[in-house]
Structure formats: C-alpha cells, structure tokens
C-alpha cells in the first residue's frame, strides 16, 4: 500500500492582546469552530499562504497582525474514501499571531465565504467535539504545544 499523500497547509491562531482567540464557525459545517486555515499553493511560502489565507477568510492584511511563532508540521488523514486535490490528508504548521487591528477590521463577508460567524474566546473554552473526528487529535497537540491545555477527549 502506497504511503499517505499529504497536503501543506497552514493555520492561523490569532489572539488578542487580551489572550483571547479567535474561531470561526464553518460556512459548510453547521456548529464546526475552527481556525482560520488553508493549503499552501505549490508556488507560495508558508508567509505567503499565512497571508493569502487571512485575508481571504477575515480580511486581514499584514498590518493586522504580527507573527509570534509558528510550529509543526501537524498531519491527519481525511476520513476513508475522501481526498482533496488528490492528497489523503494535511500536513499542517500552526501559526500564533498577534492581532494588532480591530474587530472592525474582522470581515467574513468575504468573494468565498469560509465562515457564518467568528468570536473571541478563552483557549480554555475551546471544547474539542467542535471540531470533525479525524482533526481532534492534531487539535489536542496544538492546544498543549501553544497553551499547556489538555483538550478533553469527547464522550
């Protein structure tokens, strides 16, 4: 059997100067929060992506936000018999922003809509089950690494 295909993709943890994180509610996914994220074009820089990716799901542009760090690659598989541009899954690098602009500068009314609603929230408040199954784990290694959080697995 052929070893997994995996596609580059990065997302994006903005928080506040307040510690506060945002999420978005995805368009295509009734009550799935998540953060803003997307795959990396074969000609794009993980920079490139981060920014192209921002400011096509809120608007954001560079003078936004300032990045902290960034870590990775995180991989999962899509689930059985589901692919996206020919890759079986992502491999992802997780960027933690500071947000330096305003809520008013927050736009999700965007040409391809990702998101029906976003929201500020604490990293303790995120409960993993808002997320599909096959993303909980990478997001459970992602709260630990940024926040020192153990998500709780979903019953």
């Not at 920079?47 to 400011?55: G, N, P, S, V």
């Given at each position: 059997?052929?070893?997994?295909?995996?596609?580059?993709?990065?997302?994006?943890?903005?928080?506040?100067?307040?510690?506060?994180?945002?999420?978005?509610?995805?368009?295509?996914?009734?009550?799935?929060?998540q953060?803003?994220?997307?795959?990396?074009?074969?000609?794009?820089?993980l920079?490139?992506?981060?920014?192209?990716?921002?400011?096509e799901?809120?608007?954001?542009?560079?003078?936004?936000?300032?990045?902290?760090?960034?870590?990775?690659?995180?991989?999962?598989?899509?689930?059985?018999?589901?692919?996206?541009?020919?890759?079986?899954?992502?491999?992802?690098?997780?960027?933690?922003?500071?947000?330096?602009?305003?809520?008013?500068?927050?736009?999700?009314?965007?040409?391809?809509?990702?998101?029906?609603?976003?929201?500020?929230?604490?990293?303790?408040e995120?409960?993993?089950?808002?997320?599909?199954?096959?993303?909980?784990?990478?997001?459970?290694?992602?709260?630990?690494?940024?926040?020192?959080?153990?998500?709780?697995?979903?019953?």
């Open positions: 059997m052929a070893s997994p295909k995996f596609r580059s993709n990065v997302a994006a943890i903005i928080m506040r100067p307040d510690a506060k994180i945002l999420i978005g509610e995805r368009a295509n996914v009734p009550n799935a929060w953060f803003p994220q997307g795959g990396v074009k074969r000609s794009e820089t920079q490139e992506a981060l920014q192209r990716e921002l400011q799901e809120i608007s954001l542009t560079p003078r936004h936000y300032r990045v902290i760090k960034s870590k990775g690659p995180y991989r999962y598989l899509f689930p059985p018999g589901r692919s996206k541009e020919g890759f079986d899954g992502q491999e992802q690098t997780y960027v933690l922003v500071q947000f330096t602009g305003n809520d008013s500068d927050l736009d999700i009314d965007t040409v391809t809509p990702e998101f029906v609603n976003i929201r500020w929230i604490e990293p303790s995120f409960r993993i089950d808002w997320v599909p199954g096959f993303k909980q784990e990478v997001y459970r290694q992602v709260f630990a690494d940024f926040f020192g959080l153990i998500l709780a697995r979903s019953e």
